[in-house]
């Protein structure tokens, strides 16, 4: 009786979970993310193409803090020894405001009231969006989590770890950085949504995730040893040696039948 009410209080809190299972630091607050009206909330696949533009962010309920930043990261970089993966930072903003009043969110997943947060118009990004775009290779489905950190309180020295962790967008480690920042119990607000390649995977090691100014490339090649083309020395002089003894030996054996 007691393993079924521990099984079932797991499985309630994995489906609590707004960031991807498994995935650290997590949290259990849904940030609510748009792509110009498309929901791309809970898990959802978005078309690739829909998703170019930095998204518009919300909470359902208004947060205390008066400052946050939020990333955006790829946890499904294809490296060269599958299924293992690599993670790239899609986006680092910092200095985001929100709104004192609830406005209507309109999306594909319905209309609701929600308090927006407002990109700020002097702060430059951290590292400044780019839109997925999941090579042809294993996985081709990416997850892209967002983590929204409350930075209200925040020491200078804090965000400087951030901008600092923002200049090396491959294998970005958000748990890393945020301990290092003091911020991991600071997030407030999370999220994930899913772009898929249509395939097929390509056979070779290389592939493409790039956009804006980042990139991040598919990892090493793998192309197998050169054939050499150039001729074999001697192969000539044996190949006519071979032809000289052949005439020698039908020529022998001509004069013996006679």
């Known amino acids: 009786m007691l393993f079924n009410i521990v099984a079932v209080l797991a499985a309630a809190s994995v489906s609590l979970a707004a960031t991807p299972q498994g995935f650290k630091p997590a949290s259990e607050t849904p940030l609510l993310v748009s792509f110009s009206g498309i929901d791309a909330s809970?898990?959802?696949?978005v078309a690739k193409e829909a998703s170019q533009a930095q998204p518009q962010l919300a909470t359902s309920s208004r947060l205390t803090g008066t400052s946050f930043?939020?990333?955006m990261i790829d946890l499904d970089i294809p490296t060269n020894s599958p299924p293992a993966t690599n993670t790239l930072l899609h986006w680092m903003q910092t200095g985001l405001t929100q709104s004192s009043s609830a406005t209507l969110l309109n999306t594909t997943a319905g209309r609701s009231n929600a308090f927006a947060l407002q990109m700020p118009g002097a702060v430059a990004a951290a590292a400044s969006y780019f839109g997925p775009s999941p090579p042809a290779r294993v996985p081709l489905s990416h997850r892209y989590t967002e983590l929204l950190i409350d930075t209200s309180a925040a020491s200078q020295e804090s965000m400087s770890v951030l901008m600092q962790a923002?200049?090396?967008r491959q294998g970005f480690n958000a748990e890393q950085v945020l301990t290092k920042a003091g911020l991991a119990n600071k997030i407030v607000a999370g999220n994930f949504f899913n772009v898929t390649n249509p395939g097929p995977v390509q056979n070779v090691a290389t592939g493409n995730s790039t956009g804006g100014s980042g990139s991040a490339r598919g990892t090493g090649t793998t192309n197998g040893p050169n054939q050499t083309t150039a001729p074999i020395r001697g192969s000539a002089v044996l190949q006519k040696t071979n032809s000289l003894?052949?005439?020698?030996?039908?020529?022998?054996?001509?004069?013996l039948i006679l």
């Open 42 to 45: 809970g898990g959802k696949i």
């Open 245 to 255: 003894l052949l005439g020698a030996t039908v020529a022998g054996a001509a004069l």
């Open 69 to 71: 930043a939020v990333l």
């Open 166 to 168: 923002a200049q090396s």
